[in-house]
């Protein structure tokens, strides 16, 4: 038996509380991971896991082997790192979690600039508007919009993804121009539910008055794209991040709304699940994706318009800086 990938195995397994979905992760067969398991705990002599068709345990056993195969998992990692000096040479799963709008308008562009420096690596994506747990997703990196929310993770800040009032010219010639953020209420506001959920819109002027300004939702969906495109065929007014409206706004398909106020824009992290010391490989990638996303981000900036980049772009060599982070528990 491979002790170590049955290790592996077991690990994803405990962390996704689900052997079909540590199978699906590894892309390994469901039967072939069960096998695995059950000629793990028969090679020790001992129970892992307690199962049942509405629960799903460690055994005091379990736990102890869990926390030291993956101590075990993180030792060779290094080990094969330290003595590796072709990046070329980064292999294994890297899973990556995203907001839906986000991953699919920023993330993709910079995963591809991974890949590309990285050929040998396999990179997963997971999209989920839900705040995602690093550990019983069993994601290596996730990306998080907003508040950071509960959990032990390990978060660094990216910077701020702007957010846009906008509407169709179609649709401000037919219902007349909107210059007070007063005017609003008057129009029917589309939204990705749990945004705006009081049914006011915080706008900042001048860059230091913030005040909200009545809005009256009249459609609500469950992703943003419905939404845009709701938006571009005239249905109502809204708010897109801009990273998803900046073609439109080129374009003249999508027009700002208050140019002069901004929506608040969101604050960007990216977070790592709280180990110590941090995977090599998670944390080559972290750093490539701070880069690169800092990069898109701020040339979107520049494309949507904006005078000022509220956008920081963090220093390379910024390897250090996850060594010693702030930790939220």
Known sequence: MNLLEAMRIYVRVVERESISGAARDLNIGLPATSERIERLEKYLGCRLLLRSARAFNCTP?????????????????QAVAEVSNDAQDLKGT?????????????VPEALTLVRAAYPQLDLELVLNDRIVDLVTEGVDISFRLGQLGEGAF?????????RVLVAAPGYL?????I?????????????VQGMFGTDQLPLRHMATVVESAPIRTAIKTSHWRPMYEMILSGAGIGVLEEPACVDAL??????RILPEFEVLPFDLNVLIQAQRPVPPRVRMIVTML????????????????????????????????????????
């Open 179 to 191: 210059t007070e953020p007063s005017e609003l209420v008057k129009h029917p506001f589309i939204r």
């Open 61 to 77: 056993e379990g736990v102890t082997f869990y926390e030291r195969s993956k101590a075990i998992l993180l030792a060779v990692e």
């Open 173 to 177: 010639s037919q219902h007349g121009p």
């Open 290 to 329: 701070r880069k690169c996303t800092s990069e898109i981000l701020e040339r979107v900036q520049l494309d949507c318009g904006e005078v000022t980049s509220r956008f920081e772009v963090l220093p390379d060599d910024d390897v250090s800086e996850l060594l010693t982070p702030s930790l939220r528990a």
């Open 154 to 162: 390990i978060a660094r800040q990216l910077g701020q993804v702007g």
């Open 94 to 106: 890297i899973r990556i979690a995203a907001p839906h709008c986000f991953g699919e308008t920023v």
């Open 250 to 255: 080129a374009a003249g398909r999508l027009v």
